[in-house]
């Protein structure tokens, strides 16, 4: 958790290498200790894909919903909260609506 801070911290600063590294370390945390499916783990997958979404590695982003979206559909179903705003922020980035990417699945 505190590294997913530090790593959040370091995306507002602008330290974008900074903040995928320690993005990325968390969701491999999570994975690992918590599990694949795991709602803290498809939540640090939702921040990952949100920082690659900001320094403009749009087909980064994409490619990240998507997995993470069937994931979410998978766990969650396709009428949780959780896959809606997965749903949304790719539909966003497809520029489709409105991106959600302060509410964690």
Do not use: W
Not at 63 to 90: I, P
Request: glycine share 8%.
């Amino acid at each position: 958790m505190i590294r997913s801070n530090l790593a959040t911290a370091h995306q507002s600063a602008g330290n974008t290498r900074e903040a995928l590294d320690g993005l990325r370390h968390s969701a491999a945390q999570c994975r690992r200790v918590l599990g694949p499916d795991h709602p803290d783990t498809l939540g640090a997958l939702n921040n990952l894909a949100n920082a690659h979404a900001r320094p403009g590695n749009r087909s980064r982003a994409i490619e990240s919903y998507e997995r993470l979206l069937t994931d979410c559909r998978r766990v969650f179903g396709t009428d949780d909260q959780r896959t809606d705003l997965v749903a949304a922020n790719l539909a966003a980035l497809r520029g489709q609506g409105p991106k959600r990417t302060d509410d964690r699945p």
